[in-house]
């Protein structure tokens, strides 16, 4: 009973963080207009795809120590920052903390804001064309507005997030983005942190309390992107690959974003690092490919040809059948390396043969990095 009585409270804790994890990755991204769930399928510039990168020189501020955390205080967004009170000039994609010589941005915990204006073509208007807004990665808690309208909420301050901002953008006028971004650390954000408050002779500091080794570099870390896409386009593609003898074997799975109700069609293509094409596969959303007598990826050193990599092209429409007369392409291409993974207690292989692995253990990863050292 005395243990039941002293363990409760670390259980109860455990729930609580666990329950709004799970909640975190099932919700990620909160919009008010759509955003997609993947957010994964990095933007490259096709026949069907611009893209317009945000990076640069960003106004900054940091928030009033009384604004609430959730950086909607006083509809700040709706117009410039400038406007309302004195900025710095901030680089995007960076760590704000140390940008600057001032302790006071360096250790501030709560909410700063950002914005920036931007431009948009009046081509990108067309009624067959979707416009996403996409950061690779804020830490920890980002509100965003456009033209003073909320567009995504994301939680999580190392993977990428998106939205699609068609509905709220002037074509051919300037438009204004803002960004919320909040760093507080608390027993359910991941990673966990405490605050806590400190007297000074200026009065109370917010303390952030952490136990990870590393420190709580908070901003926008990662570039921000617009970038378009046809109403039916390829929102997320899972590739796996294997080898079989001298086959490569090529997994995929492939999603669909469609505002019309008739099926997408597709049409997926391999080709070598030449641009040849090795094979097709017509009208299938996944599928399995076989390449004869593969390249397979090596890594440096491993082989005289390291890091052989084939072109996965795909290509959909909205019609009954894919033809190669069919109208134009909407795709979207990714380099793909075939290899195959094994391990076992210990030993690491790579296309059958053993590798020595040394590197750096990725943030993502929540794992012990004294225990990774001491038990290798």
Known sequence: MVLLVIIAPFVAKLIKFLYHLCAALVTSNHSLIESSANGILYPFESESRNIRSLDGIWNFRLAAEN????????????QELQKTGPTIPMPVPASYNDITEEKSIRDHVGTVRYDRDFFIPKCWSSK???VWIRFGGVHYEAIVYIN???????????IPFQAEVTSVLKFGEKNLISVAVNNTLTDITVPQGEVTSLQTDNGSIKIQKYTFDFFNYAGIHRPVLLYTTPTTYIDDIYVQTDIHEDNGIIKYSITIGNNNENSSNVLVSVLDRDGNYIIRDVNATEGELVIP??????????????????SLQCDCKYDSIYTQESAELLGSRLK???????????????????IYMRGLEDMKILISVEKDMISH
Do not use: C
Not at 67 to 78: C, F
Not at 148 to 158: F, I, P
């Open 128 to 130: 067959d064309t979707k």
């Open 148 to 158: 003073g309208k909320l567009v995504v909420h994301q939680e999580g301050g190392h």
């Open 293 to 310: 007598q593969a390249k397979l990826w090596w890594p440096y050193l491993m082989d005289p040809e390291p890091a052989y990599l084939y």
């Open 336 to 354: 793909i390396g075939i290899r195959k993974l094994e391990w076992t207690n210990d030993t690491f292989t790579i296309n059958g043969k053993p």
């Open 67 to 78: 604004e609430s955390n959730n950086g909607s205080t006083g509809k700040w967004y709706e």
